[in-house]
């Protein structure tokens, strides 16, 4: 026969025959192990190559879906910003708001340098007061005049004391006022000034123009205008719908008479192992 005939697929029993038939011999078994070991590299290389590709393909899988999780985590830090953009922008001060802060905070200074040098005076002043009184004393003077004389510089020197405590106070509240306006400007630098928005112009009401921050220019007047400004902007419209109660009876707000009635208790020894 010219043609060959096609390769049947053999049973399991007939290549088990083959199998121990090839290894019987010495040569047999060296031709089965020889060949094992050129068919493994071909198999091994086919087998690197399909993880190979395999790999390739999941690596572009794992790129493409960490790009896609860049770009939307981008897209949603851009959000946030434009978020935060606008609610910085919508809680902004209008008007002169940022100005009254900086003019609050600079006549606040300004009232607490005025005040320790006024302070500082009264105290050299209730100084030469005892001292004269010390030498009137000594030269003979009515004692119940030269001991009125100590017990009034005693009081100036407790009433000092107390306005220290205050000046300290209110230079707490001028530090925590150019804290807040230092982080508004750096917040308005970050951000800018939002669109269609123009920067609050120089406050022109009286008595605000100058530089409320020097103590030479700073006068009562002035610290007046500041207060009565900040009530009248404070002060409700007069179109409101509002309706507000008329107060029966006018109620001055004042110092308690009973504030310092402790202190007063005090004998003047005691007063000044405290506040001298």
């Given at each position: 026969?010219?043609?060959?005939?096609?390769?049947?697929?053999?049973?399991?029993?007939?290549?088990?025959?083959?199998?121990?038939?090839?290894?019987?011999?010495?040569?047999?078994?060296?031709?089965?192990?020889?060949?094992?070991?050129?068919n493994r590299t071909a198999d091994t290389q086919m087998l690197l190559a399909a993880i190979e590709r395999l790999e390739g393909v999941v690596t572009s899988e794992r790129?493409?879906?960490?790009?896609?999780?860049?770009?939307?985590?981008?897209?949603?830090?851009?959000?946030?910003?434009?978020?935060?953009?606008?609610?910085?922008?919508?809680?902004?001060?209008?008007?002169?708001?940022?100005?009254?802060?900086?003019?609050?905070?600079?006549a606040l200074d300004g009232i607490v340098r005025t005040t320790e040098r006024a302070t500082s005076e009264i105290l050299e002043a209730?100084?030469?007061?005892?001292?004269?009184?010390?030498?009137?004393?000594?030269?003979?003077?009515?004692?119940?005049?030269?001991?009125?004389?100590?017990?009034?510089?005693?009081?100036?020197?407790?009433?000092?004391?107390?306005?220290?405590?205050?000046?300290?106070?209110?230079?707490?509240?001028?530090?925590?006022?150019?804290?807040?306006?230092?982080?508004?400007?750096?917040?308005?630098?970050?951000?800018?000034?939002?669109?269609?928005?123009?920067?609050?112009?120089?406050?022109?009401?009286?008595?605000?123009?100058?530089?409320?921050?020097?103590?030479?220019?700073?006068?009562?007047?002035?610290?007046?205008?500041?207060?009565?400004?900040?009530?009248?902007?404070?002060?409700?419209?007069?179109?409101?719908?509002?309706?507000?109660?008329?107060?029966?009876?006018?109620?001055?707000?004042?110092?308690?008479?009973?504030?310092?009635?402790?202190?007063?208790?005090?004998?003047?020894?005691?007063?000044?192992?405290?506040?001298?």
């Amino acid at each position: 026969m010219s043609e060959s005939k096609a390769l049947t697929p053999i049973s399991d029993a007939d290549y088990e025959a083959i199998e121990f038939a090839v290894m019987e011999t010495a040569r047999g078994r060296w031709f089965l192990k020889e060949y094992a070991q050129r068919n493994r590299t071909a198999d091994t290389q086919m087998l690197l190559a399909a993880i190979e590709r395999l790999e390739g393909v999941v690596t572009s899988e794992r790129q493409t879906q960490s790009m896609d999780r860049l770009r939307f985590d981008l897209v949603e830090m851009a959000k946030a910003i434009t978020r935060t953009k606008t609610e910085i922008a919508s809680i902004r001060p209008s008007d002169h708001a940022q100005t009254d802060l900086v003019v609050a905070s600079e006549a606040l200074d300004g009232i607490v340098r005025t005040t320790e040098r006024a302070t500082s005076e009264i105290l050299e002043a209730a100084e030469h007061v005892q001292e004269a009184a010390w030498t009137l004393r000594e030269e003979g003077a009515h004692e119940g005049l030269c001991d009125e004389l100590d017990r009034r510089a005693t009081e100036i020197y407790t009433a000092c004391a107390f306005q220290d405590l205050t000046a300290q106070r209110v230079t707490k509240i001028v530090h925590t006022l150019r804290f807040l306006e230092g982080r508004l400007n750096a917040m308005i630098d970050i951000w800018g000034t939002p669109d269609g928005e123009e920067a609050s112009p120089a406050d022109a009401r009286p008595g605000l123009s100058r530089d409320l921050g020097t103590t030479e220019s700073l006068t009562q007047t002035d610290v007046d205008c500041v207060i009565l400004d900040a009530e009248e902007a404070t002060a409700p419209a007069p179109d409101s719908d509002v309706a507000f109660a008329e107060p029966e009876e006018a109620v001055l707000i004042g110092p308690n008479p009973d504030a310092f009635a402790d202190i007063d208790a005090l004998d003047t020894a005691e007063k000044l192992r405290r506040f001298t």
